[in-house]
């Protein structure tokens, strides 16, 4: 029965020991800070170039109707393409974008509102920009063309194809 007794005595402070050693070996540290981001997020859209069309007709003389115009705030463009005149005819929209702001931008995504061009004859696509990991600098540019065309195969009457295009960025990580 000593024997025993000497044994937890012996165990009871040995883990003592540890419990005491490790308090004296352990710290706590406490950091509190404040951090203050500071930069301009602002990609637009900042010119449309030449217009190139195969099968095009302008159904107006207005000196004011654009195929395609930049919204006022640039965040937006409005396409107008008042009739193709075959299958296979197409409209092709070059436009520039640049990073204004002073923070790195990717493109998220391409939100395109006013034409199901799923299931209809005419087709838009966009070429030279994609939703990728590749950033805008600031001060850079991305271009990109719109391609609006009718369907080749396609019997159904082409209608007027009017829509309007957001470019959404987010910030690089």
Excluded: C
Excluded at 26 to 33: D, F, K, V
Excluded at 40 to 53: C, L, W
Excluded at 108 to 132: C, N, R
Aim: proline share 3%; charged share 20%.
């Amino acid at each position: 029965m000593k024997k025993q007794n000497i044994i937890i005595i012996g165990v009871v402070a040995f883990v003592l020991a540890v419990a005491i050693g490790y308090a004296l070996f352990s710290e706590t540290l406490t950091i509190n800070g404040t951090a203050t981001a500071k930069g301009q997020f602002d990609v637009e859209f900042t010119s449309i170039g030449d217009v190139t069309s195969a099968g095009y007709t302008k159904q107006t003389t207005d000196p004011d109707h654009e195929i395609a115009k930049i919204s006022d705030d640039k965040n937006t463009l409005t396409i107008t393409v008042n009739k193709l005149d075959y299958p296979g005819a197409y409209v092709e929209i070059p436009v520039t974008i640049t990073n204004k702001g002073t923070i790195s931008a990717k493109l998220k995504e391409i939100e395109q509102t006013g034409l199901d061009d799923e299931t209809g004859p005419i087709k838009v696509t966009y070429q030279g920009v994609a939703a990728s990991e590749t950033p805008v600098e600031p001060n850079g540019t991305q271009n990109m063309t719109i391609r609006v065309e009718w369907l080749e195969g396609v019997n159904t009457t082409a209608e007027a194809a009017v829509f309007t295009i957001r470019m959404n960025y987010e910030q690089v990580a």
